[in-house]
């Protein structure tokens, strides 16, 4: 077979074929959902994606006898390197991520490449695949093939997990979604804890406001910061990526669907629900043009979905681990549970991804009757 070559990623020429080549590689599975190619750009450009601003990137391309056969991209995330390692980050620690390869030849030359890169910046540790924050898609897909991912989820073909683990690559954390028949009402025990909560004057659950978008999503960032902030694996919010992060979802955001739970007046809690967008996008090949984005724009004005993803959701840890948390949580939920239905037509839930030893999220997704839909791997190895 004839030698596979690995080359950073230099011009736009470059950067372009690292775009296109998931295209190709995943055109044959039907669970796999294009992304817009415009958006996929984005994410791998320097002045576009602010977490450039605070990581080292470097892309490479796997060629074979000319032709693009693999891609993968090494990062060091400075902020993740400052963290407590105990929060599974910390000094030392680089990843890499976005790997895509025609066969398992390609795929080893290019994660040894992405380990030799972060060595000669000093790593000594590997968490991944990340692509490209813990933010955007972290883990290998292990379970949930057969199914197409939500919108902000990720999907890798099942023989990637094989050879990641044939490279000493060890389990670190598993990510797992939850999914539930949402057209149910719940149990009667959440029933009882949410009517309880409709009694009690102290516990105000709001909608947001669209019309203050900037100051509501940097409220919502404030509170997950806060939530989030001993979980394994987190990373701060900068400014800037607060900003691009609220400018990229307020065309999916509905009022309805994102919940701010306030006790004595104060914003304490939140969840955000977004209508898979992935279900809108997934016929369109990554193109908009020349009449997709017609498409996308009446979807996105009036949206009706089979699915509701909860990505993001958290209590300020003040309040974590206390009866009012789980019940302020459950409103939240019940409250979203009814708009998605009767308004959008939604019949089915995802929540998470959810860490696998986050006892106090999986106890809320076991108490609502949902079950496990698809889990993520994020391995590590010594470097």
């Given at each position: 077979m004839t030698a596979i070559s690995i080359t950073p990623v230099v011009t736009k020429a470059d950067r372009a074929a690292f775009v296109d080549l998931a295209y190709r590689l995943n055109a044959a599975d039907p669970a796999w959902v294009p992304p817009l190619r415009m958006e996929a750009m984005e994410l791998v450009t320097p002045g576009k994606n602010p977490f450039f601003e605070h990581a080292d990137v470097q892309l490479f391309l796997a060629r074979r006898d000319g032709k693009v056969v693999g891609r993968i991209s090494a990062h060091i995330d400075h902020l993740a390197v400052a963290m407590d390692p105990v929060q599974g980050m910390g000094p030392g620690t680089g990843n890499w991520g976005l790997l895509e390869a025609e066969d398992q030849?390609?795929?080893?030359?290019?994660?040894?490449?992405?380990?030799?890169w972060l060595r000669e910046?000093?790593?000594n540790r590997v968490l991944a695949p990340l692509s490209m924050s813990i933010w955007e898609e972290p883990g290998q897909l292990t379970k949930?093939?057969?199914?197409?991912?939500?919108v902000m989820m990720g999907h890798q073909p099942e023989r990637y997990n094989t050879w990641i683990k044939a490279l000493g690559y060890l389990p670190?954390?598993?990510?797992?979604?939850?999914?539930?028949?949402?057209?149910?009402?719940?149990?009667?025990?959440?029933?009882?804890?949410?009517a309880s909560g409709e009694k009690n004057q102290r516990i105000r659950i709001r909608n947001v406001d669209r019309s203050k978008f900037a100051s509501e999503a940097a409220l919502i960032l404030d509170i997950l910061n806060d939530a989030w902030s001993d979980n394994w694996g987190f990373v701060p919010f900068t400014d800037t990526e607060i900003g691009y992060a609220g400018k990229k979802f307020k065309p999916i955001v509905r009022?309805?669907?994102?919940?701010?739970?306030?006790?004595?007046?104060e914003p304490v809690a939140f969840m955000m629900t977004l209508p898979d967008l992935n279900e809108a996008i997934k016929p369109m090949g990554g193109k908009l043009f020349p009449f997709n984005w017609i498409k996308l724009l009446r979807w996105l004005n009036k949206p009706r979905?089979?699915?509701?993803?909860?990505?993001l959701m958290g209590v300020r840890k003040k309040l974590q681990s206390s009866r009012l948390a789980s019940q302020l949580a459950f409103m939240m939920i019940e409250y979203i549970r009814r708009n998605s239905v009767e308004r959008y037509g939604a019949t089915r839930g995802e929540i998470g991804w959810i860490l696998e030893d986050n006892q106090g999220?999986?106890?809320?997704?076991?108490?609502?009757d949902s079950h496990v839909n698809k889990e993520y791997e994020i391995y590590q190895k010594g470097l």
């Open positions: 030849a390609t795929a080893t030359a290019l994660i040894a490449r992405a380990e030799d910046k000093g790593m949930g093939f057969d199914h197409a991912p939500t670190a954390k598993t990510l797992k979604t939850f999914e539930l028949d949402i057209t149910k009402p719940f149990p009667p025990l959440i029933q009882r804890i949410v009022e309805d669907l994102i919940m701010v739970a306030e006790y004595d007046g979905v089979r699915t509701m993803r909860v990505p999220m999986v106890a809320i997704a076991d108490a609502i």
